[in-house]
């Protein structure tokens, strides 16, 4: 087996605090509707095509190349929310850095003519979220060298060092988590996926206990070792913890991540197009988990976080579990498994047993969980549901706007608990044929007893094609809510 690389060639993008620009760099002017444009080198005819571009064609990115550097002027646009705003800034950032990079710029200066320190920002980590490219893999050397950008300065009175030092977090932590996402199983077992947040403790500063197979035998932890019957590879249990002196949480704030390294549907097997042939990225619950530790630590936020990440493969090896078994979870219940491809609750449901002996304050849980959450709202958020109260409910979603990893939230009512009764254990694996999603988060329901969220993240995880600054294949998603909600705790 190739041991997973720990090169770090997908984004090498860094933010820097910066002095005014010098004339042949490449600068990217962040400017209002009236800004005066003088100043930034620009001829008098170039001014008066960019004043143009603005006004009478209403474009709100126009680029310039004056062959020894290019110049980009973005328009700062208020839009009716300022999460929106800064949206469309990130996606303006992506598509100035493939321009950069389409003409191999390696670095580029913002200049903040707008005085708006999250506009600039925002501007920044589109561009460098953008430039992050899975190439470890190839070896043909232009492939390689596709995206060049590697340093942002950032020009501005606004923008403070911290600000910057947490977005190169931000894109650091995101990374980790795609390259994860991305990387196939092959390479990325439960074994090796353990390995990976251990590094990613060692180097953010967390701490990390793995739990070994004869471990999760003693623990008894039933749904994970189910899952684990038809794989050769073992399963392992991964705790992560950031506890730094002063922390501002008296109990622990849990997060809980899916995982599954690969998803083959076990017995109830997947088919192979637009289905199993992207299962690689059936952990990316997990890499959100690991990549918010990695950015909490990293960042020294003053709260007291836990990890958790149940992982295993899902095969139809000859011992694996069968549709119609009855299997006792860690915490004593018994639940009747009728598809062998409803594995993630039950991965899931041990760890959130397990989180009770921190009587947590808070437990949030990601995973790629359920399709039928994808085919509801797409890609283009995350499905949410859970009991926690209102002031944690609304602080996540507005970290879910803020970051645009937006949460949907569904009903969670009794009804839905109903269609997951068993004729012959506590429950089954599996609901009925619609609300697939909130069936699922209902199961998960059965292993809690603290205020908890569950995010499922189906739809969002991993993309077939690439949008804006999110990227093609693993997206990070969670990592950014996650980190953002932990600044503003
Ligand atoms: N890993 C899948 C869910 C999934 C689907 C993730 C699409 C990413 C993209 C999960 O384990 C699964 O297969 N769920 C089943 C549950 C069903 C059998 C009750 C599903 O959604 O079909
Ligand atoms: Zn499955
Ligand atoms: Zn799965």
């Known amino acids: 087996m190739i041991r997973m690389m720990q090169s770090k060639n997908e984004v090498m993008t860094f933010v820097k605090k910066s002095p005014a620009p010098s004339a042949n760099e490449n600068i990217i002017v962040l400017c209002k509707q009236n800004s005066p444009l003088s100043g930034f080198g620009l001829s008098a005819e170039e001014i008066s095509f960019v004043k143009n571009e603005f006004e009478k064609k209403e474009k709100k990115t126009v680029i310039l190349n004056q062959l020894k550097r290019m110049v980009a002027l973005q328009l700062l646009e208020k839009k009716a929310k300022e999460y929106i705003t800064l949206e469309t800034l990130r996606k303006a950032g992506d ?16 200049v903040d003519s707008a005085g708006d320190a999250s506009a600039t920002l925002a501007l920044a980590e589109g561009m460098a979220l ?19 950008l590697n340093t942002i300065y950032i020009n501005s009175k606004k923008v403070n060092i911290k600000d910057i030092e947490r977005l190169q977090i931000t894109i650091d932590a995101v990374r980790e988590a795609r390259t994860l996402v991305n990387e196939p199983v092959s390479t990325l077992n439960a074994v090796q996926l353990a390995k990976e947040f251990q590094r990613m403790g060692k180097e953010a500063g967390f701490k990390v206990t793995v739990f070994d197979k004869s471990k999760i035998e003693s623990l008894k932890m039933g749904g994970l070792l189910a899952v684990n019957k038809g794989s050769i590879d073992p399963p392992t249990f991964t705790v992560m913890e950031w ?39 059936d952990m990316a619950g997990s890499a959100a988990v690991g990549g918010a530790m990695y950015a909490i630590a990293k960042a020294k936020l003053p709260v ?21 078994d009855v299997i006792r979870m860690y915490d004593g219940q018994m639940v009747e498994m009728l598809n062998a491809d409803a594995e993630g609750r039950m991965i899931l449901a041990d760890a959130l047993s397990y989180a009770k002996e921190y009587s947590p304050e808070l437990v949030i849980d990601l995973a790629t969980l359920t399709g039928a959450a994808a085919a509801a709202i797409g890609s283009f958020g995350i499905v949410a549901m859970g009991t926690a109260g209102e002031n944690a409910k609304n602080k996540l979603k507005n970290s879910g706007n803020s970051t645009y990893e937006r949460l949907a939230e569904f009903p969670f009512w009794d009804e839905y608990d109903e269609l997951i009764k068993s004729d012959i254990a506590d429950m089954k694996n599996m609901g009925g044929p619609y609300g697939g999603a909130i069936t699922a988060g209902k199961f998960l329901a059965r292993f809690i007893d603290y205020p908890w969220m569950h995010f499922d993240i189906a739809g969002p995880a991993f993309l077939q094609a690439r949008d804006s600054y999110r990227g093609k294949g693993g997206t990070g998603i969670g990592v950014r809510l996650l980190f953002d909600f932990f600044k503003k705790y």
Do not use: W
């Open 95 to 110: 598509k100035i850095a493939a321009y950069l990079n389409d003409a191999k710029a390696e670095t580029v200066v913002i």
């Open 130 to 148: 953008g430039t992050y490219q899975f190439i470890r893999y190839k070896t043909k050397e232009a492939d390689k060298i596709k995206n060049k």
């Open 243 to 281: 506890k730094p002196a002063r922390h501002k949480n008296k109990k622990p704030i849990v997060l809980v991540g899916k995982g599954v390294v690969y998803d083959t549907g076990g017995l109830s097997l997947k088919p192979t197009p637009n289905s199993m042939d992207y299962m690689k990225c």
């Open 304 to 324: 007291h976080v836990i990890g958790l990440v149940p992982a295993t493969d899902n095969r139809p090896g000859g011992n694996a579990y069968a549709p119609g």
